[in-house]
């Protein structure tokens, strides 16, 4: 399975950004998945996810602000990024819940103050 995350770039603070992950089989894009996010030094840490029923849940950080979605037609998990803050800036990556798939290249988001 493959995993191809893009829509990240450079926004102002309060700004929004739309990110797109496309998994390459759709068994795993119907099952539980989720954005994680990881800046340098720090560990990757899992912000947002969306379980096969449709349930979401979110960090206390990005709750609120942050929205997870997917279209199976589409085979696309989304994060729709409201609000951003120069805190959010980090690369974004897409996986399944335990993040047990193989990692992608993530997308870079960067948020100027």
């Known amino acids: 399975v493959q995993l191809q995350a893009s829509g990240g770039g450079l926004v102002q603070a309060g700004g929004s950004l739309r990110l797109s992950c496309v998994v390459s089989e759709s068994f795993f894009a119907w099952n539980d998945m989720a954005w994680y996010r990881q800046t340098p030094g720090k560990q990757r840490e899992l912000i947002a996810g969306i379980a096969a029923i449709g349930t979401t849940n979110y960090v206390d950080s990005v709750k609120v602000r942050f929205t997870i979605s997917r279209d199976k037609a589409k085979n696309t998990v989304y994060l729709q990024m409201s609000s951003l803050k120069p805190e959010d800036t980090a690369v974004y990556y897409c996986?399944?819940?335990?993040?047990?798939?193989?990692w992608g290249q993530g997308t870079l988001v960067t948020v100027s103050s």
């Open positions: 996986n399944n819940h335990g993040g047990n798939l193989p």
